[in-house]
């Protein structure tokens, strides 16, 4: 089976910006999109509170001059990507992956995200009101979360974690999986000239910078898998953010040992490695 493309959110609040009825964030705060939404926010950012109560925050941040443009990329994703993203995604997932959930359109959170069967895409996010055509690559970067969890058995990482060995653990995870997820659509990217449309694919593109990444990425890697009893400091913490938000290392450095195993070893090998602890990944990216 595939993915279910589910457009309720995002229409609900279509109506919600065309009317200014409040009563339409009930209608949303119910949808399985909420419930994705409610579900990743709980697991990683500790959410406590309802689901009407996060929908309600998030649609207060969508401007009603972006309607058009909601309008426009919802059209876009039904005439361009239902029938390509899953396609394109899978030439970075082993031929037996099945998808048995929903990507959902939804409005005002993060940009997308995967949990469990399901990934979603903000549509209203301003990159894809600026420019419809990266939704194509984000799906494509979402739905490979959602094969790669699947290939881990379900696994996903928490940030309950006490020791370095468990953040190197989970840096080794991260890396991988959204190595993996940006690596998927770069060869569509290059085909539609469209790799200077995002800084990650700047600077996979720039040698030098990459050298200069990815010594920084082994430094950090080092000092936590290097000393894994050790209890984790608040500076700790902070390396963890370089990876992710400030320097993007996990999706640029992860990307980059993706292409490397996949000209090196080949693809197959490359999807082999899926099934494997995420150390075995970037070990075998940078072996000498």
């Not at 929908?55 to 039904?78: D, P, Q, W």
């Not at 974690?161 to 690596?183: F, K, N, P, Q, V």
């Not at 990459?210 to 009893?229: P, T």
């Not at 500076?235 to 996949?262: C, F, N, P």
Request: hydrophobic letters at 40%; glycine letters at 6%; aromatic letters at 12%.
């Amino acid at each position: 089976m595939s993915l279910k493309y589910d457009f309720t959110f995002a229409e609900i609040a279509i109506q919600l910006l065309e009317s200014g009825n409040s009563d339409y964030i009930k209608a949303i705060s119910e949808t399985d999109a909420a419930k994705h939404i409610v579900n990743h926010a709980t697991y990683f950012s500790g959410y406590t509170g309802s689901a009407f109560e996060l929908m309600s925050e998030l649609l207060t941040t969508i401007e009603k001059e972006s309607l058009h443009m909601i309008v426009r990329n919802i059209a876009f994703v039904r005439e361009y990507i239902e029938n390509k993203a899953v396609s394109v995604a899978m030439q970075f997932l082993p031929m037996e992956t099945a998808f048995f959930g929903s990507i959902f359109f939804t409005c005002g959170y993060d940009i997308g995200v995967a949990f469990g069967e399901n990934c979603s895409l903000n549509i209203a996010h301003p990159k894809f009101l600026s420019d419809m055509r990266e939704l194509m690559y984000y799906a494509i970067h979402e739905i490979h979360h959602v094969g790669f969890i699947k290939c881990k058995g379900g696994a996903i990482p928490s940030l309950s974690i006490s020791t370095r060995g468990e953040m190197a653990d989970l840096i080794a995870y991260l890396t991988h999986m959204e190595g993996m997820a940006t690596y998927a659509p770069y060869a569509l990217r290059e085909q539609n000239n469209a790799l200077n449309n995002d800084n990650d694919y700047v600077i996979l593109q720039n040698s030098s910078q990459l050298i200069e990444h990815m010594r920084e990425y082994l430094d950090i890697f080092g000092h936590f898998d290097n000393a894994r009893d050790k209890i984790l400091s608040e500076e700790d913490w902070q390396k963890l953010g370089v990876l992710s938000d400030v320097k993007r290392l996990w999706y640029i450095i992860g990307a980059h040992m993706a292409r490397t195993i996949d000209k090196r070893f080949g693809r197959e090998h490359l999807l082999s490695l899926l099934y494997e602890p995420s150390k075995a990944f970037i070990a075998q990216a940078t072996a000498e």
